[in-house]
């Protein structure tokens, strides 16, 4: 098996990134795929939205990298997290770009109904920061009492059809095997079930935004985002867009006023168009 040892050989792992609401199991469905304890687990509702850790892992002698993400826990960002969701995007986006790209998404979610947080972290994640251009697959977790762990999609996968939740696969799994071990022949199953989902995806090349014109597309949709979900909230005013961009994401002077421009430009054809709509 190839050593990777170099910068360059770090950038040929693939990323694989773990998205989804605080407590549906993300940290455990690490230490599943890995088959040992990478990371700790957590019910807290704390962290910042698009936070990150990396982990890598090997699955039949190929390595990936996986990334456990911070998402969404409200379906709104309000007007205070808009500027802070920007820059965590940016800068999840750009880490990932220079170690590769992304080659596929997992969307992880508790098996039950599918909630309206649940909803905003997949087009978080798969329209906005992706563009629809990665690959996403459903990770549906805590099926401990079903009798049939795959008769839970069986019966329920009409739903994420009745929600536009598409994917390339499912996965319908245990990632914690229980106190004393009792579901230890689950937990093995949902292992090489999660094993045989992400090798299925390594035929294709990762994707990389590219960072300019991403950055201004992906500033516009969470400020559309924002903006739907409360008309009146007003996005912070020139000045202080360039600030953020220059000190918080690294952009020159001349190219954080360019996009700053974009984003309240943008922004206010979008009231002009509601304003206009409203009056006919």
């Known amino acids: 098996m190839k050593s990777f040892g170099s910068e360059a ?9 773990i998205f989804g609401e605080t407590g549906v199991g993300k940290s455990s469905l690490v230490n599943l795929i890995a088959g040992k304890k990478l990371t700790k ?3 807290s509702a704390t962290g910042c939205t698009l ?4 982990h890598i892992v090997e699955i039949n002698q190929h390595k990936f990298r996986l990334y456990d993400t911070v998402g969404l826990n409200e379906p709104s ?8 969701a920007v820059e965590k995007a940016f800068k999840l986006i ?3 770009e220079s170690s590769g790209g992304i080659r596929l998404l997992l969307f992880c979610m508790r098996g039950g109904r599918i909630t309206a947080a649940a909803q905003y972290n997949y087009r978080l994640f798969f329209e906005i920061l992706c563009d629809k251009k990665v690959p996403i697959a459903l990770v549906i977790t805590n099926l401990e009492n079903e009798i049939s762990m795959d008769g839970w999609w069986h019966t329920n996968h009409k739903q994420f059809e009745k929600f536009g939740m598409k994917s390339v696969g499912h996965a319908c799994v245990v ?3 229980g106190l004393d071990r009792i579901h230890q022949v689950k937990y093995d199953e949902s292992r090489a079930k999660m094993h045989a989902l992400i090798l299925s995806q390594t035929d294709h090349s990762s994707w990389k935004a590219e960072r300019g014109n991403w950055f201004v597309r992906v500033a516009g949709m ?3 985002w924002v903006f739907e979900s409360s008309p009146s909230t ?3 005013d020139l000045t202080a867009i360039s600030h953020k961009l220059v000190h918080r994401c690294g952009f020159g002077p001349d190219e954080a006023a360019f996009i700053a421009n974009k984003i309240v430009s943008s922004r206010n054809d979008s009231y002009t168009s509601l304003v206009s709509s409203s009056t006919h």
């Open 9 to 17: 050989d770090l950038q040929l792992i693939p990323n694989v990134v």
């Open 41 to 43: 687990t957590s019910s």
């Open 51 to 54: 936070d990150a850790k990396q």
């Open 77 to 84: 960002l309000g007007e205070n997290g808009y500027l802070i």
């Open 94 to 96: 750009k880490e990932l």
């Open 175 to 177: 990632a914690d095997p």
């Open 222 to 224: 969470l400020r559309n």
């Open 234 to 236: 007003s996005i912070p």
